[in-house]
């Protein structure tokens, strides 16, 4: 356990009483990034807008066209995770061709601002283009696509992408590995999850290998089923290195009280943990500003998934799926949600903005 969950408990009042939707004054002798109060060897990650719900709005991509948005993704951040554009669609928009531009670009970026990147994703049941969806395909076919398009895409960025999302939501929420949805389980069976592993490895074995999925915050039969396979794949020797909760979260719900309890169950077994997807959507009604309350709520929320990370010693990483309203995927996918990030629309930050930062900076004197 790290040296520091007794600094980061008597910081988070007064972390959560800051002024709301205030702007803080910028010094570059103490430069207010939260990778610069982070403590060494932390990685606090965004994902980098782009692709999928993108490509249905009114404004260009976000990454290669809007400057204070990437000026703000090199400054506050040391760990970056493509939205979508390491997806299959995305990626691998045709059998015989790839599409690597938009990845590219990503990690060219990291590498210039001195971040490390998360690959996301290689084996998963969404997002997957039409030609392999509704291909007729025979099982040895299926399993060659498959093993091609982890090898090329590992492959391509070995020794540039630090962690990598390799099976992703590959259990319902009842805990059954998804046989209808998911066409790789579907058609080749569970064992296909293992050989993801290893051809991953095999592509590249510097990379941390992931599985990730959403509501596994808590210990529940979802985070149990993966806390059995976890333990299966070990004895098989399939290199699985970490587990990740997502942690889309809902001032709807209350806070996952034992988000830590759970990480730690699966450090327990050997694994690295980490956050990947940290948003906490609210209801705010169209066109309205949320209450002094609920930003307060939204917050601590924020300030609780941090500290259960920081409080792990294998929790290196957490990543939140986005930094600005701007560009958030919440409004479109959850009607009547939104305000889930951490700066608005316009760049100015939030109370949840500045309980991260000086949870950081609790951990890092810590």
């Given at each position: 356990m790290r040296p520091v969950r007794s600094a980061i408990a008597a910081l988070a009042t007064a972390a959560l009483s800051l002024p709301l939707i205030a702007a803080a004054p910028h010094s570059d002798a103490q430069p207010d990034r939260l990778r610069s109060a982070a403590p060494e060897g932390f990685f606090v990650g965004t994902a980098v807008a782009g692709g999928g719900h993108h490509l249905?709005?009114?404004?260009?991509?976000?990454?290669?066209?809007?400057?204070?948005?990437?000026?703000?993704?090199?400054?506050?951040?040391?760990?970056?995770?493509?939205?979508?554009?390491m997806k299959w669609e995305f990626i691998h928009p045709e059998?015989?061709?790839?599409?690597?531009?938009?990845?590219?670009?990503?990690?060219?970026?990291?590498?210039?601002?001195?971040?490390v990147v998360r690959g996301h994703t290689l084996l998963w049941h969404s997002q997957n283009p039409q030609w392999l969806e509704q291909g007729d395909f025979s099982k040895e076919e299926l399993r060659g696509i498959l093993r091609e398009h982890?090898?090329?895409?590992?492959?391509?960025?070995?020794?540039?992408?630090?962690?990598?999302?390799?099976?992703?939501?590959?259990?319902?929420?009842?805990?059954?590995?998804?046989?209808?949805?998911?066409?790789?389980?579907?058609?080749?069976?569970?064992?296909?999850v293992a050989d993801a592993f290893r051809w991953a490895h095999e592509a590249d074995p510097e990379a941390k290998l992931f599985l990730n999925d959403y509501n596994v915050e808590s210990v529940n039969t979802k985070s149990n089923a993966y806390h059995a396979l976890v333990q299966d794949l070990l004895k098989q020797g399939v290199p699985v290195h970490g587990f990740s909760a997502q942690a889309h979260l809902s001032t709807r719900y209350g806070f996952p009280g034992d988000l830590e309890a759970n990480l730690r169950r699966f450090d327990a077994l050997g694994l690295e943990t980490a956050i990947t997807e940290l948003d906490v959507r609210m209801d705010v009604p169209e066109g309205g500003v949320p209450t002094e309350a609920q930003q307060r709520r939204q917050a601590e929320y924020y300030q609780r998934a941090l500290s259960a990370c920081l409080a792990v010693d294998g929790c290196d990483s957490f990543t939140i799926w986005g930094f600005t309203d701007k560009y958030s995927w919440v409004p479109v996918f959850f009607e009547g949600e939104g305000f889930a990030n951490v700066m608005t629309d316009d760049f100015v930050r939030k109370p949840a903005f500045y309980a991260l930062r000086d949870t950081l900076k609790a951990a890092r004197k810590g």
């Open positions: 249905e709005q009114d404004y260009p991509d976000p990454f290669t066209h809007d400057k204070e948005y990437r000026r703000i993704l090199g400054r506050q951040f040391n760990s970056v995770s493509p939205e979508n554009q059998r015989d061709r790839y599409d690597f531009g938009a990845a590219d670009a990503i990690v060219a970026f990291a590498e210039k601002h001195g971040q982890i090898t090329t895409v590992v492959g391509r960025y070995a020794g540039r992408i630090q962690q990598w999302d390799v099976a992703n939501e590959i259990f319902d929420d009842q805990g059954r590995l998804r046989t209808q949805d998911n066409i790789w389980i579907r058609e080749l069976g569970p064992g296909i």
